[in-house]
C-alpha cells in the first residue's frame, strides 16, 4: 500500500473537512539513529502524524513547529513540517522512564505550535498539557486557538505513525454534521490506518456520505543540517573562542547534528582557513 501520504477530503453535503496521514519511512528516518524507548517512539509519532496534518492547514508556504516541553524525565519532543510536507523531528529524555502516556512523561508542561509564513508575520500559540493524551492537548489548542470546532485521531506503534483530523469549514454552521461524522470516526481502529489504502478506510468509516477525496501530497523526511550551518555557528563564536575549544578537544572539533546525528569534523586547518576566509569578505579574491 501506498505509505507516506497525506490524503485531503470534503463532505459534500456537510461543511466539513477531513486529512488522513499514513507514515512509514519518513517516521523510520526520523527515529532509526536514535535509541528511543518505545513509549518515547511512540508519543514521537503520534507527534509527527499531528504535525503533518496541522501542516496540510496552512494555506500559504512556510514552516510549523510543534513543541511539547515539560519537567519530566521526557522533557522535549519536537517536529518541525513545512508546507511541502517535509517533516523532521527529535524528541530528549533522561533518566528512567516510567511505563505511561503523556503526563507520566513529561509531566507538568505545554505545547507550543509556531507558524512562519516565508515573507510573513510569525505566529505563536502556547497550551498547557491539560487532557489525558497528546490528541486532546491539540484538540484544547484548536478550541482557543483556532475556533474552529475540530477533532484528532493519532496513532503510532513501532515504526509507524498515522492519524485524522476533521474540521469545521469556516462559515460552516451545522454542528450535528460535525458530531455525526466525528462519532462515525472514533470507531477507527490503528491496524486499519495503518494497513489500508486511504480509500478503503473512507468508505469504511463513511459509505453512507458523500467523500471527496483529492489527489495525497507525499510526506518525506529531510534535516537541514549541512557542513556550511557548522560553519556559521563557528563564526559566530569567534576565532579566539573556536581556537580555545580546537585545544581543549585535542585538535579536533566534532559537531552533531541532533535531527539526524550526522557529524562534521573541523580541524586546525579547517578552522584557520574558515576565518581566513570571513576575514576576506564576501566578493574579495585571494
Given at each position: 500500500?501506498?505509505?507516506d501520504?497525506l490524503?485531503r477530503f470534503?463532505?459534500?453535503d456537510a ?9 512509514d519511512?519518513s517516521?523510520q528516518?526520523?527515529?532509526e539513529n536514535?535509541?528511543?524507548p518505545?513509549?518515547v ?9 499531528a ?6 492547514t496552512?494555506?500559504f508556504?512556510g514552516?510549523i513547529?510543534?513543541q511539547?516541553?515539560g519537567?519530566?524525565p521526557?522533557?522535549l ?18 533518566g528512567?522512564?516510567p511505563?505511561?502516556?503523556l503526563?507520566e ?16 508575520e510569525?505566529y ?7 487532557g ?8 484544547n489548542?484548536?478550541?482557543n ?16 505513525a498515522a ?8 462559515g ?7 458530531e ?5 470516526t472514533?470507531?477507527i481502529?490503528?491496524e ?7 480509500e478503503e ?17 507525499g ?5 537541514t543540517?549541512s557542513?556550511?550551518?557548522c ?6 563564536l569567534?576565532q579566539?573562542?573556536v581556537?580555545?575549544?580546537l585545544?581543549?578537544s585535542?585538535?579536533k572539533l566534532?559537531?552533531d ?6 557529524r ?8 584557520a582557513?574558515?576565518?581566513a576566509?570571513a576575514s576576506?569578505g ?5
Amino acid at each position: 500500500m501506498a505509505q507516506d501520504k497525506l490524503h485531503r477530503f470534503i463532505f459534500e453535503d456537510a461543511q466539513v473537512r477531513g486529512e488522513l496521514v499514513q507514515l512509514d519511512q519518513s517516521f523510520q528516518a526520523i527515529v532509526e539513529n536514535h535509541d528511543y524507548p518505545p513509549q518515547v517512539q511512540r508519543l514521537l509519532g503520534e507527534l509527527m502524524a499531528a504535525t503533518s496534518l496541522l501542516t496540510a492547514t496552512l494555506k500559504f508556504e512556510g514552516d510549523i513547529t510543534v513543541q511539547v516541553q515539560g519537567d519530566g524525565p521526557l522533557n522535549l519532543m519536537v517536529i518541525n513540517g513545512n508546507n511541502n510536507q517535509v517533516l523532521r523531528g527529535v524528541a530528549r529524555y533522561q533518566g528512567e522512564l516510567p511505563d505511561g502516556g503523556l503526563h507520566e512523561l513529561v509531566g507538568k508542561g505545554y505545547l507550543v505550535i509556531t507558524i512562519t509564513p516565508n515573507g510573513g508575520e510569525r505566529y505563536q500559540g502556547v497550551v498547557s498539557l491539560e487532557g489525558g493524551n497528546l490528541t486532546q492537548v491539540l484538540e484544547n489548542y484548536f478550541a482557543n486557538s483556532e475556533q474552529l470546532p475540530t477533532r484528532l485521531w493519532l496513532f503510532a506503534e513501532g515504526q509507524k505513525a498515522a492519524g485524522m483530523l476533521l474540521q469545521v469549514l469556516p462559515g460552516g454552521d451545522k454542528e450535528a454534521d460535525f458530531e455525526h461524522l466525528s462519532t462515525l470516526t472514533d470507531t477507527i481502529k490503528a491496524e486499519e490506518l495503518f494497513g489500508l489504502e486511504a480509500e478503503e478506510v473512507l468508505h469504511r468509516l463513511y459509505h453512507q456520505e458523500q467523500v471527496r477525496l483529492f489527489e495525497p501530497q507525499g510526506v518525506s523526511f529531510s534535516c537541514t543540517c549541512s557542513r556550511e550551518r557548522c560553519e556559521g555557528g563557528l563564526l559566530s563564536l569567534g576565532q579566539v573562542e573556536v581556537t580555545g575549544l580546537l585545544e581543549e578537544s585535542g585538535g579536533k572539533l566534532e559537531m552533531d547534528c541532533e535531527y539526524c546525528r550526522k557529524r562534521y569534523l573541523f580541524d586546525a586547518v579547517d578552522v584557520a582557513a574558515l576565518f581566513a576566509g570571513a576575514s576576506q569578505g564576501p566578493g574579495s579574491t585571494q
